[in-house]
């Protein structure tokens, strides 16, 4: 079977470039996180705290955003055109989307990075997260924009493939890598509602001064809207990894076809009425609603658990038909020197511990004792740092080989690369989270108060600071090593022997599961209404206390037009 970019030369084409874009992302966040790491722990500052939050908002975007979604971007266009098994339908199309994104995301990073330089008059220093009353300039708001319309596009490039297979045929399962691009999408259509209406209606006006205020509460709720949603946007590609390549790198096959599907489309069901778990401690949104969104939370917990139990059997049965044997000695059968398989494995490993914080994070009660501390970052460099980031790096050693045709410059240097992040972020996660106990604050240049001291349960503030920039600074040397792997893997001769991305059939197929599985159209009609029930009445009393606009009644051109409305009705 000829390898990926022998059958998709066009797509794979398009899956390096993303791939290059992420991986520059990735590059650059991280020696940003370097920087961050050494400054807020005291031990080396290169640059003023006033601007440690312009080098926060590039390492936030760059990381959670840019990177995790241009892999994104990559990922699914690979599987969508290998599991339906045809190229996509206008590559034009394809290469638009790949256009407006890129524009979009370059845009936004110039607007943060012109902060470092006053003179330009141009700053973002507005957090990954964005939301008012912090306020960005324009290029912002307007590269942010670019950017999500440009995904939407890409989402309409799968769906179209997907619909010219359909025709061909009328009667068959959706492909699973397919199926689970496609729930994935139909999740970020929905989601993206609300910051794209923030962003759009509300922030970019405010930016320009067409309207004088926002209400922060509305555009922050919008942002949460979409906030805890975009975390399984870039899970999902994680995910997708784990369920379909694992199993094979494993030696085995997919445990379960359907159960992969449930899990899908309880994420497509579950992930958007919650994102009020962020907003426990905000003043203006009543103690019921956040009731509500914690008991969704806690539903949302069962994909992710279905997940852990599928793919560790998964990686079992591999073991098994490696010669594995016992209730655990069995792990000692898989392919720990494949720096693909263990990198996933490792980032599933941990995502055990990050979702376990996640729960923490999501209890109303105890979230008061964490919210805003440094237990938070602790959580997600476990999550998207390190389940979804590490995921992605070990995925590129398998993936990168099928679209350069070329092999990989060196699988020890992988292998050791995935060991060390996964060491670095046990440091640095782990230290995290007791300081956040302690109740070191997140989002701070200087952590340290005049005469207030930190006090930890164990050991010393100082000792968790050390593993942080001890943890940082392993981290930083592991991405370094992944980008010079990846980077000397471009200038190695071609293969011979095509690369076999082929992917075992799963054990129980989905032939097995009921047709209602594949009804698109069912679980995302269910999705929007179970958003309105969890969405109307909340941001109906936001806009009641405090408007649309804020203290200003908003667009001049809306206000004259509702005055002369009025008179012309009186
Ligand atoms: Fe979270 C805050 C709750 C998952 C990311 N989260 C954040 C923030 C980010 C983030 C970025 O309820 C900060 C936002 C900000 O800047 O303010 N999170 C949860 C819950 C889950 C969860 C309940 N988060 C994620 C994922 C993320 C992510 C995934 C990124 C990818 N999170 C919260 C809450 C907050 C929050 C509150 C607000 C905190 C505050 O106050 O600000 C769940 O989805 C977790 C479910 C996961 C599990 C684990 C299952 C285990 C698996 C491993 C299988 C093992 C394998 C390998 C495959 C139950 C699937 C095994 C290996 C062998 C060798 C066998
Ligand atoms: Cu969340």
């Given amino acids: 079977m000829a390898t990926f ?7 794979a084409a398009v899956v390096r470039a993303t791939f290059v ?15 961050q790491a050494l400054h807020r722990t005291g031990y080396v500052r290169i640059l003023d705290s006033v601007d440690y939050y312009t080098i926060l908002t590039g390492h936030g975007v760059l990381l959670a955003l840019v990177f995790t979604i241009f892999f994104l971007l990559g990922l699914f266009t690979w599987a969508v055109a290998r599991s339906l098994e045809r190229p996509l339908p206008d590559i034009r199309l394809t290469w638009a989307w790949f256009g407006l994104t890129t524009t979009g995301a370059t845009l936004v990073a110039v607007a943060i990075l012109a902060g470092l330089i006053p003179s330009l008059g141009v700053s973002a220093d507005v957090l990954y997260t964005f939301y008012a009353p912090l306020q960005a300039h324009p290029l912002f708001y307007a590269g942010l924009t670019m950017f999500i319309v440009g995904t939407w596009m890409a989402g309409a490039d799968w769906f179209l493939a997907y619909r010219a297979w359909r025709a061909d045929n009328p009667d068959d399962r959706i492909p699973l890598q397919t199926f689970m691009v496609l729930t994935t999408m139909l999740m970020w259509y929905l989601s993206t509602i609300g910051v ?7 922030l970019l006006p405010w930016s320009f001064g067409i309207v004088e205020t926002v209400n922060p509460l509305l555009t922050r709720t919008l942002f949460w809207f979409f906030g805890h949603p975009v975390v399984y946007f870039w899970l999902m590609p994680a995910y997708l990894l784990w369920y379909t390549v694992l199993p094979k790198l494993a030696g085995g096959r997919l445990f379960s076809d359907p159960l992969a599907r449930v899990v899908f489309v309880l994420f497509l069901l579950l992930s958007t009425p919650v994102g009020i778990h962020h907003q426990y401690l905000d003043p203006g949104i009543s103690e019921g609603f956040k009731f509500i969104a914690m ?6 917990l069962l994909p992710s658990l279905l997940t852990a139990f599928t793919v560790v059997a998964s990686m079992e049965h591999g073991a098994r038909q490696r010669g594995g044997e016992g209730y655990f000695k069995w792990l000692g059968a898989l392919p720990w020197r494949d720096p693909a398989f263990t990198g996933m494995a490792l980032a599933g490993l941990m995502f055990a511990a ?4 996640g729960m923490i994070n999501a209890g109303m009660n105890i979230n008061y004792l964490i919210h805003n501390t440094l237990w938070v970052p602790g959580h997600f460099h476990m999550t998207v740092g390190t389940a979804v980031a590490l995921t992605m790096m070990a995925g590129s050693y398998w993936l990168v080989p099928q679209l350069t045709g070329k092999r990989l410059y060196s699988r ?26 302690a109740g070191v604050p997140r989002r701070t240049a200087e952590p340290q108060y005049q005469s207030f001291d930190f006090s930890t349960a164990l050991g010393s503030v100082g000792e968790l600071q050390a593993q942080i920039a001890f943890g940082g600074f392993l981290l930083f040397v592991s991405v370094v090593l992944f980008l010079f792997n990846i980077l000397l893997s471009s200038f190695e001769t071609p293969m011979e022997s095509p690369v076999d991305d082929s992917l075992p059939a799963p054990l129980s197929g989905a032939e097995g599961s009921p047709l209602v599985l594949d009804d698109l159209r069912l679980w995302t ?7 309105i029930l969890a969405y109307t009445l909340p941001l109906g009393s936001i806009v009641t206390d405090a408007g649309l606009f804020g203290d200003s009644p908003g667009f001049p051109v809306l206000i004259d037009a509702v005055a002369m409305l009025k008179e012309v009705v009186a």
């Fill in 5 to 11: 970019v022998d059958r998709y030369p066009e797509e």
């Fill in 21 to 35: 874009v992420a991986f520059v992302s990735l590059g650059i966040g991280a020696f940003f996180g370097l920087i």
């Fill in 196 to 202: 794209a209406v923030s962003a759009v209606f509300f």
């Fill in 295 to 300: 008991t969704n939370t806690m539903f949302l």
């Fill in 354 to 357: 990050g979702g376990f914080s």
């Fill in 412 to 437: 020890p240097i992988g292998l050791l690369q995935v060991v060390l992040w996964f060491v670095g972020m046990v440091f640095m996660s782990n230290a995290m989270h007791r300081a956040g106990l």
């Fill in 525 to 531: 009609g269910i999705a929007i209404v179970l958003v």
